[in-house]
């Protein structure tokens, strides 16, 4: 038997919950795709302003790589009851959106400092529906928001808005690579 190969590692979603959103480094191999759960790092609060707005709202956070992951056996991952595993051939389909938010009150200053900026906060998810078991699918959401350790670099040359549709595109063609024409980007 061949063994699994790790491709690719997509250091931060963030997974919206009722209670609290979750944040996940998503480990991609020839076979699977397992999301691994990080540590709570911030406020419910504070996460779904960066799901919102598509950006990390705090810097300090220093992103895994894929070496870091080597030493971990695949196994010891997908036995971790936080993570979860989607093989890939139980995908039916992925699909990438982008929203810009919708302003409330209370978002007045984020408004006021796009305006400033002259840039919009483009927002990208991912919607990924998968079979569990044979009569039954499901589905998993999850926001493309960069870690501020990826973000605050690339600010210096390049607007927020093309950060984060490079951050977004770069993890489509990730998935592209291992989901061959089950993926649609809207």
Do not use: C
């Not at 038997?1 to 590692?9: C, K, Y």
């Not at 209670?19 to 397992?34: C, F, G």
């Not at 210096?156 to 490079?166: D, F, G, V, W």
Request: charged share 30%; hydrophobic share 40%; proline share 5%.
């Amino acid at each position: 038997m061949i063994p699994e190969r790790r491709l690719a590692l997509i250091h931060r979603v963030i997974v919206p919950n009722k209670e609290y959103p979750k944040e996940y480094a998503i480990l991609v191999t020839d076979r699977r795709s397992v999301f691994i759960r990080q540590k709570k790092t911030r406020s419910s609060f504070v996460l779904r302003g960066e799901m919102r707005y598509g950006t990390a709202l705090v810097t300090d956070v220093m992103p895994k790589t894929l070496e870091d992951y080597e030493q971990t056996s695949l196994e010891s991952l997908t036995a971790d009851s936080a993570n979860f595993t989607v093989p890939h051939e139980a995908l039916v389909s992925l699909v990438m959106r982008k929203e810009e938010p919708k302003f409330r009150a209370r978002d007045f200053f984020v408004w006021l400092t796009m305006r400033r900026q002259g840039e919009i906060f483009q927002v990208y998810d991912f919607e990924m529906n998968y079979r569990q078991s044979p009569d039954g699918e499901t589905g998993i959401r999850f926001y493309m928001v960069p870690l501020g350790a990826y973000f605050k670099p690339r600010r210096q040359t390049k607007s927020r808005e093309t950060i984060l549709r490079e951050y977004a595109m770069d993890a489509l063609e990730i998935f592209q690579m291992v989901f061959p024409g089950r993926i649609a980007s809207r």
